[in-house]
């Protein structure tokens, strides 16, 4: 699998960001049904919080120390489901 890095992220509206890739591909993507999912990470979802979203290391995050990170190759297929078809393993990255 060839390594894909975030090279921006644009805050679009609500829940929303347009993910721009390094082999110049776009997605937009829509994380409302990520947090439904995933109530542990609530606090994310607070539309200021949401908003503090960083790139670090080419990967999506939020909190100060990765308390969220999505993989690249689930974004970059435009979802934020976290199974990856390549190894079968699940790979939302939590940080404590």
Do not use: A, C
Not at 41 to 63: D, H, M, P, Q, T
Not at 66 to 85: A, C, I, K, R
Not at 91 to 96: A, E, L, P, Q
């Amino acid at each position: 699998m060839k390594n894909i890095d975030l090279v921006s992220t644009s805050y679009l509206d609500k829940l929303r960001l347009q993910i721009f890739f390094s082999d110049s591909s776009t997605q937009i993507i829509d994380f409302k049904s990520f947090f439904i999912k995933n109530s542990h990470f609530k606090k994310f979802s607070n539309i200021n919080s949401f908003k503090k979203f960083k790139i670090e290391e080419g990967l999506l995050v939020w909190g100060d120390n990765w308390e969220l990170v999505f993989p690249n190759h689930s974004l970059h297929q435009g979802t934020t489901d976290n199974y990856n078809e390549d190894d079968g393993l699940i790979d939302v990255y939590i940080v404590s």
